[in-house]
């Protein structure tokens, strides 16, 4: 099999895609003759045509917009955000048009669009190139949102959201586009090559959305972590040398709420890792659900390890980014309680 | 029906690629004076060819021709000369210093100095421009310390914007320089609110806002057009078109359709196009809609017609998508050595005069430059870490107070 970067997944994903189904088309700013800032579409237009891969203008409304009225008439649009932070000017469209299309037409339309989007820090991309907005999209009903922490799990779970007659937001930790890292700023990154998830087949294979993965089982504590922030949680477990069972989301809606009870039953503890802000964050509602379904099997209250509640600084990136030592400190707090 | 064509879906692309010529071959340019200046009390309707004609001043001997040809003083323009060169030189030495590992990013505006230190040097003091990235010749022009610009870039201790921004996102209240956003054309708006609200005051300030080409293709450009139609607001609305976003071409963003100054029309509001490259064309240019704005009478749209001759920021490589020639053909010339054929063919300016200045503005980035690395580069050197918790709101409330304890600072 061959081993792949995330980016090299997407990439693949997208080409068979396209290669097999002429429904499905690519915009965004830039993912056409150049590939994307990122190149994650590179060489898609040269190999399937400048019309199932082209520029689009700098106007993230009406790109959302145009995906949706594509959706409306059978097409699988696939479109790019250049950054997540930039998803804002088509929040509009995203939450009133494409969440509710389907709900509000009694059925008769809907919107099958897939929204890439680059998230998160750690790349000197100052205030707006580092948000995590999650959070802001697993509140709207109607949406559905994934982060992938892998490459074998990026092409599954795309290749997922093209296929699925809802929108989804598929956000894609740009920090490990190119390899895993543990968190710790002055280390490199880890090549994807000799990581077991870097192993991508040939082919049309899926992910289901809805469905965690269980990255590390243990019995005294649970840690849900999703993204960039599932490779921080392993370097923090083993730092913090503890037990833990380590659940990476994978799907935030829909939610895979049965394996994170299972767990918590399981370990009686939860500490949950994200790198956007806490308050307000997806972490909020991970730990009401937690607390709603396995309160008596809690031995210590639900930690939330976050990014803090100030806008991402440049210069201080690095001591906003949740790194292992904050959550080897939760744990050991979750294990003295 | 059956003898209709089958619909077809358009994408439009670039006449020239890599590995092919340049083509501005289908490029209408006016020549110098030709295009003709109506009053600066002329009702709108009367100019509605404006926004398809060139104003432009310097002609092909750097003679100053035309009825735009604004008249101005040689001080002017040796100040205008020297505020390009420094902005230039600033930007080449910064552009090495990111290629040094001194700091995470950096955009020149090579090849638009003209605009920015034009305009700065047109408005007043008291006037407010709301800026792009590329337009650091502003600051240049008004003798901002560039040492803090340095620090800026370097994210360190002296930062004036203490770590917050990405480099070069500057903000510098005392220069009429307002806060740079990373969302494009997000404060177009500001700009027509700013100037709506001095309107309001029976104050006497305009306000200056500028976008890129590609970011007229956001709502955001149209919402303030429209805003500042409807209410008059004494502003002037710049689109630099330097004929590239990123990777895309002009034509991405509609330039094929019509000029970018053309979208002045359907709100009703005059819209100039002028030739970016020529300092004399964009003064007199800001200085007619900054008459009609002081006069109250309302906005205008102008197209500074350019071309972006650097990559678009240290994290692009535009060999990728644009001949690797293109910039030295491009066919309005380079600002700095226009301004300096004029200087030289009235007189005012000769090759030495103008070596010396250049290694004088090099020392003076240089010297700069060394300061702020004293400091330190990035990493090197930070604000103080419990600066990170200030400004979020004007008081600190708990949740700040809390993670600042969690964090010991
Ligand atoms: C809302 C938003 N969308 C996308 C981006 C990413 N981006 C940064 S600069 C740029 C191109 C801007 O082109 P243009 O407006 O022509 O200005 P230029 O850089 O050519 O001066 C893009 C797409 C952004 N910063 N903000």
Redesign the interface.
Known sequence: MPVMNMVQALNNALDEKLGADPDVLIFG??V???GG?FRVTDGLQAKHG??RC?????????IIATAIGMGAYGLRPVVEIQFA??I??AFDQLVSEAARLRYRSNGEFWAPLTVRTPYGGGI??????SQSPEAIFTHVVGLKTVVPSNPYDAKGLLIAAIEDDDPVIMLEPKRIYNGPFDGHHDRPLKTWAGHPMADVPAGLYRVPLGKAAMVREGRSVTVLAYGTMVHVALAGIEEAGVDAELLDLRSLVPLDIDAIVASVRKTGRCVILHEAS??GGFGGELSALVQERCFDHLKAPIERVAG????Y????EW??FPGPARLVAALRRAMEY | MDNLPRLNLHIPEPPARPGDHPDFGGMKLPAAGETARPDVDAAEPTMRDMPFGMIRVLDGDHRAVGPWDPHLDVDILHRGLRAMMLTRTFDDRLFRAHRQGKTSFYMKSTGEEAIAVAQSLMLGARDMCFPTYRVVGWLMARNYPLLDLVNQIFSNAGDPLRGRQLPILYSARDYGFYSISGNLGSRYGHAVGWAMASAYKGDDRIALAYVGEGTTAEGGFHEAITFASVYRAPVILCVTNNQWAISSFSGIAGANETTFAAKALAYGIPGLRVDGNDFLAVWAATQWAAERARLNLGATLIELFTYRASGHSTADDPAKYRPADEALQWPLGDPIERLKGHLIAIGEWDEERHAALQSALEEEVRAAVRAGEAIGTLGKSKPELASMFEDVFKQPDWRVIEQRREMGV
């Open positions: 700013e830039d056409g003759y150049f800032v400048l019309t082209f520029d689009t203008p700098i106007a993230e409304g009406g932070d930039y804002l000017p000197f991309g100052g205030q707006t190139h806490r308050f803090w509640d100030t806008p600084p440049h210069a201080f001591d906003y």
